[in-house]
């Protein structure tokens, strides 16, 4: 089953999640290979990778709301999203053209002209009225304009230039299981925001007991995060540090593949096309046929769905919700 595990390290600034997604995962790369349609190996590896650092992001600031990690492409990958939701509850797609090397890593796949980039974005669960929802967006290339082939690379940037803090990510996939280990630097509290903030980036590389654990981490393969349980991999790492671990998130309660499409959302998209537009289609192709990224779920409107959609509430024929 699918795992998110938190822990601290008593009496130090430094906090730690580790996640495990297998049936969710699984079962993601069977509704996509279902379809016919599945994702060449390097990019079901970035999905995963982006969907364990979904968790862990979204666990760790444990927003009201969707949490929607974007890579937008240069390459043959336009576009990859992984969003998960303030309960855990994911989904990941991307959009594919051309082809992908067998070996191909984040610069081949997404910024083969340096233009791609990562956005993360926080979309509030109850928007106020004009609320835009939070997005922060970095590139795929690191200080010294080096390309980065890694997407736990662009994370840890990502936090560093965003929140000021120091953060260590492993993340790694295949298709079994996508797994991550975050290792993050606790912000200065109780100094007021502003010189809190101020102490944090003086604070950036420095803290001795954030790089020793952070040193520790980063001696954990990606054969050891795709094969060892979260309790082996923890007590392998910090045996001798003074760890505290908290319930650990599974099952309902933990992250877990939902799509959150629906016949209605689909019809007010249709709706949004105008009814000429959607007559169009259904006298090119008898139907309206439309095909959720996510879930890979096929929604078909006939042209009696198609009436209905078009008339208004109210004037609809008694027994007409029938679904087609
Ligand atoms: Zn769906």
Redo the contacts with the bound molecule.
């Keep these: 089953m699918s795992e998110l595990h938190k822990f601290l390290f008593e009496g130090l600034p430094v906090r730690g999640m580790l996640v495990r997604l297998t049936d969710g995962w699984q079962e993601v790369l069977a509704r996509r290979a279902a379809a016919s349609d599945a994702f060449p190996a390097p990019v079901r590896a970035l999905l995963g990778e982006m969907a364990a650092a979904g968790v862990l992001m979204q666990g760790n600031i444990q927003f009201a709301g969707a949490l929607v990690l974007q890579m937008y492409g240069d390459g043959p990958v336009k576009l990859a999203v992984a969003e998960v939701q303030s309960d855990l509850a994911l989904?990941v797609t991307a959009k594919v053209v051309g082809d992908v090397a067998g070996d191909a890593k984040l610069e081949a796949m997404l910024n083969v002209h340096g233009q791609g980039r990562c956005a993360i974005t926080l979309d509030p669960k109850d928007k106020r009225p004009g609320q835009q929802p939070y997005q922060g967006v970095v590139a795929l290339h690191g200080d010294h304009r080096e390309p980065l082939q890694q997407l736990s690379e662009v994370l840890e940037h990502y936090m560093l230039q965003s929140e000021q803090l120091d953060t260590k990510l492993i993340l790694a996939a295949d298709d079994n299981i996508a797994a991550g280990l975050l290792i993050q630097r606790l912000p200065v509290q109780g100094e007021g925001n502003l010189q809190g903030a101020q102490r944090n980036e003086d604070l950036i590389g420095l803290d001795e007991a954030y790089n020793r654990i952070a040193l520790l981490a980063g001696t954990l393969t990606r054969e050891e995060l795709l094969t060892l349980d979260a309790d082996t991999i923890l007590r392998r790492l910090f045996w001798e540090e003074p760890i505290r671990r908290f319930p650990v998130h599974s099952g309902e309660g933990g992250p877990r593949f939902v799509?959150s499409?629906s016949r209605e959302r689909v019809g007010s998209m249709l709706k949004s096309l105008g009814r000429d537009e959607v007559d169009g289609i259904v006298t090119e192709q008898g139907r309206v046929e439309i095909g959720?990224d996510?879930?890979g779920?096929k929604y078909h409107f006939d042209p009696v769905d198609v009436g209905e959609l078009f008339t208004p509430v109210g004037q609809q024929a008694p027994g007409s919700d029938a679904r087609h």
Excluded: A, P, V, Y
Aim: charged fraction near 15%.
């Design positions: 989904r799509c499409c959720c996510f879930c779920l």
